[in-house]
Structures are given as C-alpha cells and as structure tokens.
C-alpha cells in the first residue's frame, strides 16, 4: 500500500447512521479508528515545523494572557479603581487568531518583525 493512503473505510449500508466494519458487520456503538501517518523524510520535516509554530503561537498567547492578568493583579493591589484597570484581555477563539495574525504581520506592538 502506498504511504499516506488509507486502506480502509467504514461504508454505510441502508441507513445513514449505520456503518459497516471490514467482515460486514454492523456498528451499532460509537467505535473509534486509528490511524498511522506514513509520511517520507520532507513531510516529517513540515509536520514537525508545523508543531513547532503551533507551540510557538499557544506560548506567546499564554505568555499575553498571563502578562494582562499579572498587570490588573499588580493595579488591583495599588488601589487603582476597576474603571481605571488595563482592559481585561479576550480569550476567544476569534480574538487569539485576529492577535496572531497582527502579530505575523507586524501590526501588533509586540510583533518581531
């Protein structure tokens, strides 16, 4: 069998709901599958720097997320009034890829390039 090809598939028969394992019978229970990249040596390489600039992106938003909420401690303890605080830091899904994507471009303060 080729690398990167899977050699089998559950087939649904009669209803949508019901798949078929490899000898036939019916799946009547949630089952899970496995499995196994067969990648070559450039396709490692690339899964690889993708897992290290997903790693790089999850640390610098924690490392945000956790200078902002380090700040608002820091001024709640001088006796700043909560109107006056830094703004509370959003941790939405939506809100992580807008700052990362300012961030790539160079628009955020804090952008490398």
Do not use: C
């Amino acid at each position: 069998m080729p690398g990167g090809t899977i050699g089998f598939v559950p087939l649904a028969t009669g209803s949508a709901d019901t798949l078929v394992s490899h000898t036939g019978v019916p799946l009547t229970r949630a089952t899970t599958f496995k499995f196994t990249l067969d990648v070559n040596d450039e396709q490692h390489h690339r899964l690889l720097a993708h897992a290290g600039g997903s790693r790089l992106a999850f640390n610098h938003h924690l490392s945000r997320v956790k200078a902002n909420l380090d700040q608002r401690a820091a001024e709640k303890s001088y006796g700043v009034d909560k109107a006056d605080l830094t703004p509370a830091l959003s941790w939405s899904k939506v809100s992580f890829i807008n700052e990362m994507n300012a961030w790539k471009d160079g628009r955020a303060p804090d952008a490398r390039v």
